[in-house]
């Protein structure tokens, strides 16, 4: 009779932890609104600059708040009008409202009289050579009479009688144009000396924005927009709409910005 009594009792507590388990963490959190755990990030046709800048502030914006963001590249085209189901929380593209980023363009042309990088001296024996630096862009204002006629484009930035290019500065390597619009970053890989000038009225600055859909991704731009984000910019060669980034630092990408 003890022994059946023991048994039961041993029963009697295993169904009621059993039951705990399965009932007290659904009330105790029945009352908790739920957390945000995953902010939905799209990014539309950008560089690879862009999409660099962006990965490194989600991995900080994990750290600091726990929250994971998923980052999805998509075409150009691309909007968040496609369903609830596969609309994203946040929208980086190049249109909308909320400027996060700025591109910065210039006009460069070959000048073999502009100053250029002093290369680097050959390497001593057993001792592996340093790459030798391209040609540095030496800033200038814009002439009032170019001395060229074609001038090469990217897609994101065209200006009157400017030509359209998918490889602007392999074009302008080869010849297909005398002048070209490029990033600061994309100047160095020429291999020739160049001039670069502003371009007026800050058309070489072109925007990039952000369009928040649900609190998750307004969450997650206004931590893009905040200062640490924007000042980690400089560091992808990309400029910020609020923050000056290059003075005294970058001479090409000061004379970008200020414009």
């Known amino acids: 009779m003890r022994k059946w009594i023991v048994t039961l009792a ?3 507590a295993t169904a009621g932890l059993v039951y705990s388990c399965f009932r007290f ?3 105790q959190n029945s009352g908790m609104p ?7 990030v799209w990014i539309a046709g950008q560089e690879p ?6 990965r490194k502030q989600a991995t900080r914006y994990e750290k600091e708040t726990g929250i ?8 150009e085209q691309a909007n968040a009008e496609t369903g609830p189901a596969a609309a994203p929380d946040l929208l980086i ?3 909308g409202e909320k400027t996060v980023v700025l591109y910065g363009y210039a006009l460069f042309y070959r000048d073999d009289t502009a100053q250029t990088v002093t290369p680097v001296p050959t390497s001593l024996l057993f001792i592996r050579p340093s790459p030798t630096p391209g040609a540095d862009p ?6 009032e009479h170019p001395p060229f006629s074609v001038l090469l484009a990217p897609e994101q930035i065209q200006l009157p009688g400017s030509v ?10 080869e010849g297909k144009g005398d002048a070209v619009l490029l990033t600061a970053e994309q100047a160095k890989q020429l291999p020739f000396a160049v001039r670069a000038c502003p371009l007026p009225d800050g058309k070489g600055l072109v925007p990039i924005y952000g369009a928040a859909a649900s609190p998750a991704g307004e969450a997650f731009l206004a931590f893009l927009t905040a200062e640490p984000s924007q000042r980690a910019l400089a560091d992808a060669g990309l400029y910020s709409p609020v923050y000056v980034l290059y003075r005294g630092i970058d001479p090409v990408r000061e004379m970008i910005e200020n414009r």
Do not use: N
Request: aromatic share 8%; hydrophobic share 45%.
């Open 49 to 54: 600059s862009v999409c660099s800048w962006l």
């Open 10 to 12: 041993a029963l009697l």
């Open 164 to 173: 359209s290019s998918a490889h602007p500065v392999s074009d302008f390597v």
């Open 34 to 40: 739920a957390r945000l755990s995953l902010v939905r």
């Open 68 to 75: 994971r963001v998923y980052l999805r590249a998509v075409p």
């Open 25 to 27: 963490p659904f009330q």
């Open 93 to 95: 593209s190049g249109k």
């Open 138 to 143: 030496t800033p200038a204002p814009t002439p």
